[in-house]
């Protein structure tokens, strides 16, 4: 079992920025898909963004030309740079990759 661990939430105002890493165990991090979802307080957990092991990069709609997935084999590690960051984009964010979960990093934005 892999184990992800996230780091990089906050508290940042409508407009601001946060990049979100996502580090992984294991040998194999460059052959795998990897992805970011988020919950928010409520609602279900949502799929963000996704990579794939060559690169290609989805998004979910309310996130494009705001957040970009990348990834750095190197490092075993998974980013999410997010900009001009929105209310609803408050919520825990966290790593995935098959059916292993990171625990979550809090991400706040006020208005």
């Known amino acids: 079992q892999v184990q992800l661990v996230e780091s990089g939430g906050g508290l940042v105002q409508a407009g601001g920025s946060l990049r979100l890493s996502c580090t992984a165990s294991g040998r194999t991090f460059s052959t795998y898909v990897m992805n970011w979802f988020r919950q928010a307080p409520g609602k279900e957990r949502e799929f963000v963004a996704q990579i794939s092991s060559s690169g290609s990069t989805y998004y979910v709609d309310s996130v494009k030309g705001r957040f970009t997935i990348s990834r750095d084999n190197a490092k075993n590690t998974v980013y999410l740079s997010m900009n001009s960051l929105k209310p609803e984009d408050t919520a825990v964010y966290y790593c995935?990759?098959?059916?292993?979960w990171g625990q979550g990093t809090q991400v706040t934005v006020s208005s």
């Open positions: 995935n990759r098959g059916t292993d």
